[in-house]
């Protein structure tokens, strides 16, 4: 069995992969998308990330797959190719100055820290569009609200543990908001084919814009 891999039925067609963290699983899942795109992964009809695990449902033999998977060499990390989606953020949320004191440094200087670095969309959840990015360095990872907002605006920039995301509508949430993505349509668009911006594997830059859009 490949190192750190562990393969559980979930019902009669679906298997459950656990992975030990989520850059191994982002790797993973990554993995098996290019697989079945070249025809060499069985037939399954949703694989599904979440994350440190790795749904794939849809199974027609689970017991001959969950035996290939376990032999499956799963690489370090996850590709870092493919094309970029950005988002333009305007820092001027409420808890910028908090991060700011957090990570050490003064508040104007978080928005250049948070859009140095590219990051990938892990799994999407909680709500429509809502996607988990990872690609923030441990040291500027934060801790979430203790007691969440009763509302978080459409199109807030936020920070929790090791994950940044874009809220594509208005919800609850306990997110660290830095900032604000002035038009937060695209994020969710159920007219398109694919109605997610923000899909697993997708790579996003954050940049810094002002307010009217510059």
């Not at 070249?38 to 849809?58: F, K, Q, S």
């Not at 808890?95 to 250049?112: F, I, K, N, R």
Request: hydrophobic share 45%; glycine share 10%; with cysteine.
């Amino acid at each position: 069995m490949s190192a750190g891999l562990t393969v559980r039925p979930a019902g009669r067609h679906a298997l459950l992969v656990e992975l030990p963290d989520a850059r191994r699983t982002g790797a993973f899942h990554a993995e098996l998308l290019c697989r079945r795109a070249a025809g060499t992964l069985p037939p399954v009809a949703e694989i599904v990330p979440g994350a440190r695990t790795v749904l794939l449902d849809g199974v027609q033999d689970p017991a001959a797959l969950a035996r290939r998977l376990a032999d499956l060499d799963v690489p370090s990390a996850p590709p870092a190719d493919g094309a970029v989606v950005e988002i333009p953020v305007v820092y001027d949320g409420p808890d910028l100055a908090g991060v700011a004191e957090l990570w050490g440094v003064a508040a104007d200087e978080v928005a250049a820290r948070h859009a140095a670095y590219t990051y990938r969309v892990a799994f999407c959840g909680f709500a429509p569009g809502f996607g988990y990015l990872t690609g923030l360095p441990e040291e500027l990872h934060v801790p979430r609200h203790a007691t969440p907002r009763t509302r978080v605006p459409a199109g807030a920039v936020a920070l929790a543990g090791p994950y940044s995301a874009v809220y594509p509508r208005a919800t609850p949430g306990g997110w660290q908001i830095i900032g604000t993505m002035p038009d937060p349509t695209p994020l969710w668009d159920p007219s398109r084919e694919r109605a997610a911006l923000l899909s697993p594997g997708t790579q996003v830059r954050f940049r810094p814009t002002e307010a009217d859009g510059r």
